[in-house]
């Protein structure tokens, strides 16, 4: 059963970067598709990015297009998300997410496997 942990959390002022960093554990992380999701306080889960198992496709949310990356490096085990030019709007708990398909989707429910989170607060 794989375990993700993610990393790279932060505080951080609006205009800034941050990576995000999601290391599968187990022999199969090239098997799985990926995917970022948020929830900012209040509000429900969103999806953010996701890639396929060979991260040869990916697919982002309207409000993360020409801002935030998503990639892979299976032989690392991890999924990155590149987030730049980040906004107050952008505070929110990140978690990786995995799932054995294909290209892997938007809805979370489709997913198998979670991160714990990690915090990203953007201050104005």
């Known amino acids: 059963q794989a375990q993700l942990v993610e990393s790279g959390g932060g505080l951080v002022q609006a205009g800034g970067s941050l990576r995000l960093s999601c290391t599968a554990s187990?022999?199969?992380?090239?098997?799985?598709?990926m995917a970022w999701f948020r929830q900012a306080p209040g509000k429900e889960r969103e999806f953010v990015a996701d890639?396929?198992?060979?991260?040869?496709?990916?697919r982002y949310a309207d409000f993360v297009k020409g801002r935030f990356t998503i990639s892979r490096d299976n032989a690392k085990n991890t999924v990155y998300l590149q987030m730049n030019s980040l906004k107050p709007e952008d505070t929110a708990v990140y978690y990786c997410a995995g799932v054995r398909l294909d290209p892997p989707g938007v809805v979370g429910g489709r997913y198998r496997y979670w991160g714990q989170g990690t915090q990203v607060t953007v201050s104005s």
């Open positions: 890639i396929t198992s060979s991260g040869s496709s990916t």
């Open positions: 187990g022999r199969t992380f090239s098997s799985y598709g």
